[in-house]
T-cell receptor, first 116, second 112 residues
């Protein structure tokens, strides 16, 4: 298994540009989520999905859109990038949304995004 | 969700045991205690979790206080590869969706 994969690894955008961060998992996990991590801080939840066709907002959703058309993929879209969105973005997945206390989350390697 | 409190940073000598504390005084009866760690320039990885009893695995041990208001992650022999940020988080058994929140964690430095 490749686990959780993210592309690209690095990206530089200009203010106002749009882009999509890709996330895929090959473990047939129901739950997927996106976090951002700013320097010296913990991870903050952006959006999450409990299955194909179902998404919901996390702690810091503004400026980001998501969709979940398949179990495997969970892309994160920045519609109009802003310097405040400069961060490292992590995608994560876990096996089941039920009895979540028992399940570990698997994280991708991250995408380092800079918005100028 | 109940919150956790951890020291910002800790130091350990290589090959010595490390005890990383976590306070969770508002923990509920259905909260599981999970630990993750994040190596430099990598995503977080799962370390261990438990409910009431102490737990051991190949990476670490988890000691949970009898009143469950605190816990300690134990690395038995610290190596340079254990230098990372360690996160203590609570996950509610009764929550049907996952909204795990990671705080700042404890930054562990290992001295050769």
């Amino acid at each position: 298994n490749a686990g959780v994969t993210q592309t690209p690894k690095f990206q530089v955008l200009k203010t106002g540009q749009s882009m999509t961060l890709q996330c895929a998992q090959d473990m047939n996990h129901e739950y997927m989520s996106w976090y951002r991590q700013d320097p010296g801080m913990g991870l903050r939840l952006i959006h999450y999905s409990v299955g194909a066709g179902i998404t919901d907002q996390g702690e810091v959703p503004n400026g980001y859109n998501v969709s979940r058309s398949t179990t495997e993929d969970f892309p994160l879209r920045l519609l109009s990038a802003a310097p405040s969105q400069t961060s490292v973005y992590f995608c994560a997945s876990s096996y089941s949304t039920r009895r979540v206390a028992y399940n570990e989350q698997f994280f991708g390697p991250g995408t380092r995004l800079t918005v100028l | 969700d109940a919150k956790t409190t951890q020291p910002n940073s800790m130091e350990s000598n290589e090959e010595e045991p490390v005890h990383l504390p976590c306070n969770h005084s508002t923990i509920s009866g259905t909260d599981y205690i999970h630990w993750y760690r994040q190596l430099p320039s990598q995503g977080p990885e799962y370390v261990i979790h438990g409910l009431t009893s102490n737990v051991n695995n190949r990476m670490a041990s988890l000691a949970i206080a009898e009143d469950r208001k605190s816990s300690t992650l134990i690395l038995h022999r610290a190596t340079l590869r254990d230098a990372a940020v360690y996160y203590c988080i609570l996950r509610d058994e009764e929550t049907s969706y996952d909204k795990v929140i990671f705080g700042p964690g404890t930054s562990l430095s290992v001295i050769p």
